[in-house]
């Protein structure tokens, strides 16, 4: 199962490159090198903060139960019109977090989480249930004394709250204090601040031993924030992962990929550098941390288990054989982020990953934090450092154009539809060149291979490459190449190659296109349920192809090379785009007949003009009426 999901993380790049190929006219693979783990911050341990105490070892502190609870057991339920919130007084721990709508300048929007239907709208919960049975749940503390990490994680704090439940209207705000102290000489102090109309809370935490601060304090965030309701995860529908900011650098670890696991299914990650913040999530929610101060020490740890999911497909080919799989290997991901606990603020963000959200808060985060934040890199611009610049800032514009199109035609497929024909029509004048320099490049064939036969010839016999004969028959090869150069014919390609990249990456972060159905599809972010649009995506691919000129046929072995383009390739790229997001598809297959169509203009424009040609045959057609030729009488 992991070995599927990593080969799913290479298939949107390795369907751009190969979609490259087709116009230059040789194909390759491209696969990325798995994310090297470093061994020298990587340890196989076991987190046994939540787990009974064993037996005690040689040289090594035994871990002891906490005393009875003297604060009985309460749980306060704080509801907003942004979210509900259900926190737990054993531990000071949240147990539940449902996202109820997603507000930004451009709006707002109702959340539910994946399979929801217009009948049946289910809640979006962040928690999941196996981080609840396991006790990986967010805001629990870690020390580098294991005795007092589960006394912190598990005796009942006593809450300052006299109600139960704790609903905010509009521009509120409530704090919340959970206080435990012990007779070891342990205190410890949460206090929680909640605000009605924002996704970020406030976090203090107090902790000393005998009146001093105990050093290395450590707020776990998580496990697995997101969308549980996901029956199968793929390299479109992620699962949770850990980003972080750290050194000015963006670093995400995926559970069923960064992490090498020991017998018990237990990982650990360390991460070096100052941490600016750190969290966990998927692709369109998540939960991060801002500490008050940068500090170093960051750590991510995982667990993996087994599943049960109702029936589905991994691929065309189960597709096609009908072997469906009922099981997944899943991960619980956290973050161990290093903050200082003498009572400063941690900024809690829960929330969506929108982009136009996400980018009204740096501010907000920005002040209140006292440094530079920009927490709209939690959204997964790209796992390739190098072309994540590029995908960023392209793929940020399309957000907005795609949002301004849905503005007019409130469907989000009409949008794409009305995206790609504009920017397929801004591409004409180059595609126009295109066809004009293939056209040149074939006329010339039949001269440019006399030319060459003429220069291997003069080779064979011995004529130096400075002799005048050889120059000039090198100069005639130059004129000719001039005019028609298949680079440039290229050019089209090589602009949509970015914009291709860019454009998926907005359809796999905008929270707009989550759940927006178009037709027989039901959400376009992820895949077309009949696979309607992967087999008209290949038709198209190749009905664009045959009509699309090519570069110039001189050998036997580049016309079946083009054939096998032709053909292989269309069937290859459907096996590569096979469950990609709908709106992805909608995109390419749209822009396959708009090429089409663009083309069949062109042909009859570069027939416009063209003098008929003179063609000899070896005989009169039978229909063809004689004509007696006159006398001349001069």
Known sequence: MDNSKQQNQTRFLLAALLSMAVLFGWSYFFAPEKTPTDNANTAQVVDTSNTPAPAAQPNQPQIVQP??????????????????????????????????????PHGEKPLFAAGSTAAEQLPLQLISQKALDTNNIPFRLSTDDQNLNTLLNSRNYQVSAAEDTITLGEGQERQIDFILTDASGVAVTKSFVFRADSYVADLQVKLTRNDQPVPNTKLLIGASIGDHAINHHNFYQIESEAVAAVNDDIVRHQGYYSFTYDANSQSS??????????????????????????????EFKAEKYEVDTKPYYDGIFSWITRSEKTKETRHLVTAYLPINADGSTTKVYTGTKDYFALNAYNDVLTKSVGRPIDVVDIINFSNYSIIRPITKYLSIPILSALNFFNNFTHNYGVAIIIFTFLFYSLLFPLRWSQSRSFKKAAANAPKMKEIQDKIKDFQKKGIPIDDPRMRELQMEQLRMTKSALPIGGCLPMLLQFPLLIAFYTAVTVSLGIRQASFLWL???????????????????????????????????EQQM??????????????????????????????????????????????????????????????????????????
Not at 74 to 100: H, N
């Open 522 to 556: 039901p959400d376009l972010s992820v895949g077309d349920p009949y696979h309607l649009l992967e087999f008209a995506f290949a038709a198209s691919m190749i009905l664009s192809m045959k009509f699309t000129p090519q570069a110039a046929i001189v050998t036997p």
């Open 561 to 634: 090379q083009q054939k096998l383009m032709t053909y292989f390739m269309p069937i290859m790229m459907l096996w590569v785009m096979w469950s990609a997001p709908a709106g992805l598809l909608i995109y390419w297959f749209f822009g396959n007949v708009v090429s089409f169509g663009q083309q069949l203009i062109i042909n009859r424009m570069n027939k416009t003009g063209e003098p008929p040609k003179e063609e000899i045959v070896d005989s009169m057609p039978k229909n063809v009426k004689k004509v007696k030729p006159k006398l001349s009488t001069s």
């Open 269 to 298: 990650l360390a991460v070096d550098g100052k941490v600016d913040w750190a969290g966990i999530g998927d692709a369109y929610f998540a939960m991060v941390a801002i500490p008050a101060t940068q500090n170093s020490g960051l």
């Open 67 to 104: 005393a009875a609870d003297e604060a009985p057991n309460k749980q306060i339920t704080v509801k907003s019109p942004l979210y509900e919130v259900k926190l737990d007084s054993k531990g000071a721990l949240a147990t539940s977090w449902i996202l109820l709508k997603n507000t930004s």
